[in-house]
């Protein structure tokens, strides 16, 4: 197992000069080894044209023929070759980051983020401190399944059409007028079955067959082959992020509440090639700048005083009307901020997140803190768009040991304010917050 950080850079090595590189555990940070055969599948895999379309991070960058740079995202990539795996945690420091610091943020956001319910702390959970992202995701919803299975698996009735040579049911009078030869004593039949068949039971089952093709761990093997056994009948999703949408909520199914958080980080985070089908190699990949927003929001929400509401990503503006050569007026290049703050239907601040790393010590008119000038004009478009340009904005940035209190306010004019503040993410709690309560 190679265990790097975001931004780090991957070079290929020669096979002739590296023995058993596989079975060793790496701790490498900035920059790590792996195979040319390992490299160049990752590099077909995840390597994408760059749009400005999109504001997508890309997972691969600088991509040159022996090595690479990742991008913004962390989790896991297991290769289909030579076994190497790699675990990527966030880069939550300038210069060297702190593995299990880094480590435990992760899981803090993720467990936000996907509304996992916090539960005691047992001595094995204590335990289990040292084991990757990937098999401590794997651990915990094997833990949920087992509760589950405890408590008991759903069923629902479920039509069935079926040959048998009894009646029962409903008989299917035009299927069994065109009964081939040999078939004259089957009934062609249709009838409710009491079956483990639900949409939750089939997410569960798609879950764990991902699972089991992912993890390394000896306990989760034989955890997870016992409960394949006991699923056996159950048929997989083959479109589990669609039917993820069908998951149905209340009373009757609150025994799943608690592993449908697991099962969305399993299902919606496995890479797309592995889930339709493609069995050589997969990784459980999470884009940091997504993350950061939606930890961000989750946070705030809960520290916003009564009267108050935080939209996400709220309704769309563009940068410019325009009407092409024989055609209607159309609107282009939309504005649509992260985060936005409500009173009485009124948008009162806009707020946009980066998962980037600023410097407060860069306080000069070359170096700018390392803010991008791209990122202030965006913010000036939304002040333009949304306030008319009066108004209050802000921009959050993790905090660090370089970035640990906002930055003096920016002004684009005498009546719109920018604010730039470090969020906490340890405490989950934004510093210098008090400048929103005052604008609200």
């Known amino acids: 197992m190679i265990t790097v950080i975001e931004y780090a850079e991957l070079q290929s090595y020669q096979k002739t000069v590296v023995t058993d590189k596989a079975a060793d555990t790496v701790i490498a940070s900035r920059r790590a080894y792996i195979s040319q055969e390992t490299l160049d599948w990752i590099v077909d895999k995840y390597q994408a044209p760059h749009t400005e379309e999109t504001e997508q991070v ?45 480590k435990r943020i992760l ?22 401190t040292d084991l ?43 299927q069994q007028i065109n009964h081939g030869v040999g078939k004259d004593h089957l009934f062609a039949i ?34 997870g082959h016992n409960f394949t056994e006991l699923m056996n009948e159950i048929p997989i999703c083959h479109d589990p992020v669609e039917s993820l949408g069908q998951w149905r909520e209340g009373k009757l199914f609150s025994q799943y509440e608690d592993i449908k958080p697991w099962c969305e980080l399993l299902l919606l985070n496995i890479n797309p090639s592995f889930q339709n089908g493609e069995r050589r190699g997969m990784s459980l990949l999470f884009s940091m700048p997504q993350l950061f927003e939606k930890y961000v929001a989750k946070k705030l929400k809960t520290q916003l005083k009564p009267g108050h509401r935080l939209q996400i990503q ?34 009162q601040v806009i707020l946009d997140t980066k998962w980037k790393f600023i410097d407060q010590e860069r306080a000069n008119s070359t170096e700018k803190y390392g803010i991008s000038q791209a990122d202030l004009y965006q913010m000036n478009a ?25 930055l003096p306010k920016f002004n684009y ?12 993410l340890e405490a989950g709690i934004l510093v210098g917050k008090e400048h929103i309560e005052a604008m609200i």
Request: with cysteine; hydrophobic share 35%.
């Open 190 to 223: 249709e009838y409710d079955e009491f079956l483990f068949n639900g949409i939750e039971n089939k997410l569960i089952k798609t879950a764990l067959i991902y699972a089991l093709e992912m993890t390394r761990n000896d306990h989760s093997i034989v955890i």
């Open 413 to 424: 004019s005498d009546e719109l304010s920018l604010f730039v503040l470090p969020f906490d």
């Open 107 to 128: 899981r803090n956001m993720l467990s936000e983020v996907y509304d996992i319910r916090p539960k005691q702390i047992s001595e094995a959970d204590l335990e289990q």
């Open 314 to 347: 709220p309704s769309r503006q563009t940068l410019v009307s325009h009407i092409p050569n024989n055609s209607t007026l159309q609107n282009w290049f939309a504005l649509e901020p992260d985060l936005a703050i409500y009173k009485a239907g009124n948008c």
């Open 58 to 102: 890309p997972v691969l960058d600088d991509v040159r023929r022996n090595s690479f740079k990742l991008g913004a995202y962390v989790g896991y990539i297991q290769s289909p070759f030579n076994n190497e795996q790699i675990q990527i945690l966030p880069k939550i420091e300038l210069g060297d980051s702190q593995i299990e610091k880094s």
């Open 382 to 406: 939304y002040g333009n768009k949304y306030f008319g340009q009066k108004g209050q904005l802000i921009l959050i940035y993790p905090k660090h040991q370089k970035f640990m209190e906002n």
């Open 132 to 174: 990757p992202l990937h098999e401590w995701i794997i651990q915990r919803f094997l833990e949920e399944l087992d509760q589950l299975i405890h408590h008991g698996l759903k069923r629902d009735y479920e039509l069935v059409q079926d040959e048998q040579p009894y009646l029962k049911g409903r008989l299917l009078v035009q």
